[in-house]
């Protein structure tokens, strides 16, 4: 019963971190702004960063099981 909410957790935050790096990755390669209004490598290391953590915090949850 308790591994319902790891489960759940872990899905989210591994399908957030995905996709926000798949995201970024093809804002990247077209040349287009990760985020309006700031720098090109900023906003892309910030991203990057932030779907990383978010991968790893799924793959954190999917550990608890």
């Not at 790891?6 to 798949?22: D, P, R, Y």
């Not at 090109?40 to 932030?50: G, H, N, Q, R």
Request: charged share 10%; proline share 5%.
């Amino acid at each position: 019963m308790e591994s319902e909410p790891a489960i759940f957790a872990g899905t989210v935050f591994s399908l957030f971190g995905g996709a926000l790096l798949v995201w970024t990755v093809a804002r990247v390669r077209r040349h287009r702004p990760v985020a309006l209004g700031v720098g090109p490598v900023a906003s892309a290391t910030l991203a990057s960063v932030a779907g990383v953590l978010a991968l790893a915090a799924g793959t954190w949850c999917f550990t608890r099981l």
